[in-house]
């Protein structure tokens, strides 16, 4: 990312603000709790950028702060606050933090076993987070205490800096001798293994070459550069679209295939909160992406089809109920949940009939939303699909209906 590249659903200046934004946050990290950080910030995010912009700089960033903000007046070091900070996380930022990770909606997180991003956590943000480190780089920094950021990212940064590379160089630098040394764990979720070891050789010859230090690193650094977006190799100026030349494809189930019935209600500006009734969903998704070398589709159509029924068999006959809404207190009372609006107790359901879902209100909006991120972590998990979009509709009565699109680039 620069002024003069921009990817499809964010600009150098989403990522500037969303810079802005998370400054209040990680100000007053010394006094809330660590998962409170991460979902304010990330929550401040959403309101000045279009897109995930900065999840993973906030999980980083958030106990960093709170250590920094925090050190003992021993005179302990950062490093050893920091240790402190994430030994003492809990249960409660845990549920913080998931549902942060859902309200940024990062790309090729995919499905798993134990604590899912998608359910609700039952074990503190330090033990989620070291089920989750063989598998992503932010995982492993919260359960090694940050050693890949002490004893090797601030070390490069250092060096950097007393050569007299100024900042934006020091950082890319910094950056190509992190990805030299360990394969990007993003890019393994996204586009394979295989992609991200490739990446990491790359980063090792323009190391090798000398990084931006020398004509011949930078060279290499540009050639990487305009291989990653795509371009020309005489492309120049203008804003370039990363992966624009790649071919895709679009796939569609249609409304008729996925239906559910079900009963919400939904909260309004102020104090106004409509009644309990019910609709007749009907769904839509679309996924856009490059094809199986081997198959020649995108995703087999059978695979959606079942995927979308589970997804919405989940809603069917169901209360929906946003356990994110600010204006409600949905609580479960052994086989009941209690839902107050507003701090008045105004429903009690059977816990069977209802549907807790990690969004702020029932909406079509935030249902497509929903279902768009379930679609997207279960394709994303599965072998040979090449996903770069998803867009899903939801429908509750003839001509009113919202549609959310994602793209995972």
Same mark, same amino acid.
């Given at each position: 990312?620069? &002024?003069?590249? !921009?990817?499809? %659903?964010?600009?150098?200046?989403?990522?500037?603000?969303?810079?802005?934004?998370?400054? /209040?946050?990680?100000? !007053?990290?010394?006094?809330?709790?660590?998962?409170?950080?991460?979902?304010? $910030?990330?929550?401040?995010?959403?309101?000045?950028? &279009?897109?995930?912009?900065? *999840?993973?700089?906030?999980?980083?960033?958030?106990?960093?702060?709170?250590?920094?903000?925090?050190?003992? +007046? %021993?005179?302990?070091?950062?490093?050893?606050?920091?240790?402190?900070?994430?030994?003492?996380?809990?249960?409660?930022?845990?549920?913080?933090?998931?549902?942060?990770?859902? #309200?940024?909606?990062?790309?090729?997180?995919?499905?798993?076993?134990?604590? %899912?991003?998608?359910?609700?956590?039952?074990?503190?943000?330090?033990?989620?987070? !070291?089920?989750?480190?063989?598998?992503?780089?932010?995982?492993?920094?919260? $359960?090694?205490?940050?050693?890949?950021?002490?004893?090797?990212?601030? /070390?490069?940064?250092?060096?950097?800096?007393?050569?007299?590379?100024?900042?934006?160089? $020091?950082?890319?630098?910094?950056?190509?001798?992190?990805?030299?040394?360990?394969? %990007?764990?993003?890019?393994? =979720?996204? *586009?394979?293994?295989?992609?991200?070891? #490739?990446?990491?050789?790359?980063? #090792?010859?323009?190391?090798?070459?000398?990084?931006?230090?020398?004509?011949?690193?930078?060279?290499?650094?540009?050639?990487?550069?305009?291989?990653? =977006?795509?371009? &020309?190799?005489?492309?120049?100026?203008?804003?370039?679209?990363?992966?624009?030349?790649?071919? *895709?494809?679009?796939?569609?189930?249609?409304?008729?295939?996925?239906?559910?019935?079900?009963?919400?209600?939904?909260?309004?500006?102020?104090? #106004?909160?409509?009644?309990?009734?019910?609709?007749?969903?009907?769904?839509?998704?679309?996924?856009?992406?490059?094809?199986?070398?081997?198959?020649?589709?995108?995703?087999?159509?059978?695979?959606?089809?079942?995927?979308?029924?589970?997804?919405?068999?989940?809603?069917?006959?169901?209360? @929906?109920?946003?356990?994110?809404?600010?204006? @409600?207190?949905?609580?479960?009372?052994?086989?009941?949940?209690?839902?107050?609006?507003?701090?008045?107790?105004?429903?009690?359901?059977?816990?069977?009939?209802?549907?807790? @879902?990690?969004? &702020?209100?029932?909406?079509?909006?935030?249902?497509?939303?929903? *279902?768009?991120?379930?679609?997207?972590?279960?394709?994303? $998990?599965?072998?040979?699909? +090449?996903?770069?979009?998803?867009?899903?509709?939801?429908?509750?009565?003839?001509?009113?209906?919202?549609?959310?699109?994602?793209? @995972?680039?």
């Amino acid at each position: 990312m620069s &002024p003069f590249a !921009a990817f499809r %659903d964010a600009t150098y200046e989403d990522f500037l603000a969303s810079a802005v934004a998370i400054g /209040p946050a990680l100000a !007053a990290a010394g006094d809330h709790p660590l998962g409170a950080t991460i979902r304010a $910030a990330v929550e401040a995010t959403a309101r000045w950028a &279009p897109s995930n912009t900065n *999840l993973g700089l906030v999980l980083l960033l958030a106990p960093l702060a709170r250590a920094a903000l925090r050190l003992p +007046a %021993d005179g302990a070091s950062l490093r050893t606050a920091l240790a402190a900070t994430l030994a003492e996380t809990t249960v409660a930022d845990a549920q913080e933090a998931y549902a942060a990770i859902r #309200r940024a909606a990062p790309g090729g997180l995919g499905r798993f076993p134990d604590q %899912d991003v998608a359910s609700t956590p039952t074990v503190t943000l330090g033990e989620a987070m !070291a089920l989750a480190a063989e598998r992503d780089a932010v995982a492993r920094e919260y $359960a090694t205490d940050f050693q890949t950021t002490f004893d090797a990212g601030a /070390p490069a940064l250092r060096r950097a800096f007393a050569v007299g590379l100024p900042w934006s160089d $020091a950082v890319v630098e910094t950056y190509l001798t992190l990805l030299a040394a360990w394969p %990007d764990t993003h890019i393994a =979720r996204k *586009l394979g293994p295989e992609e991200a070891v #490739r990446l990491q050789r790359r980063a #090792r010859g323009v190391i090798d070459a000398g990084g931006v230090r020398t004509p011949t690193g930078q060279a290499a650094i540009a050639a990487l550069d305009r291989e990653l =977006r795509d371009e &020309p190799a005489g492309a120049s100026g203008g804003k370039g679209q990363p992966m624009a030349a790649r071919k *895709l494809f679009t796939v569609a189930v249609t409304k008729d295939n996925h239906v559910f019935a079900s009963a919400h209600f939904i909260t309004f500006p102020g104090h #106004r909160c409509e009644t309990l009734h019910g609709h007749n969903y009907r769904t839509r998704v679309l996924v856009e992406g490059g094809l199986d070398p081997e198959a020649h589709y995108v995703v087999d159509f059978s695979e959606l089809k079942q995927l979308m029924k589970r997804l919405t068999d989940e809603l069917d006959h169901k209360v @929906l109920l946003p356990i994110q809404n600010p204006k @409600l207190q949905v609580r479960e009372e052994g086989d009941s949940v209690a839902v107050a609006v507003n701090g008045r107790p105004r429903y009690i359901f059977p816990k069977i009939d209802c549907a807790l @879902l990690p969004i &702020p209100n029932t909406t079509v909006e935030m249902l497509a939303q929903y *279902l768009a991120g379930r679609v997207c972590r279960e394709l994303t $998990a599965s072998p040979g699909v +090449a996903l770069r979009a998803i867009e899903v509709e939801v429908e509750e009565n003839f001509g009113q209906s919202a549609t959310y699109r994602e793209s @995972l680039e």
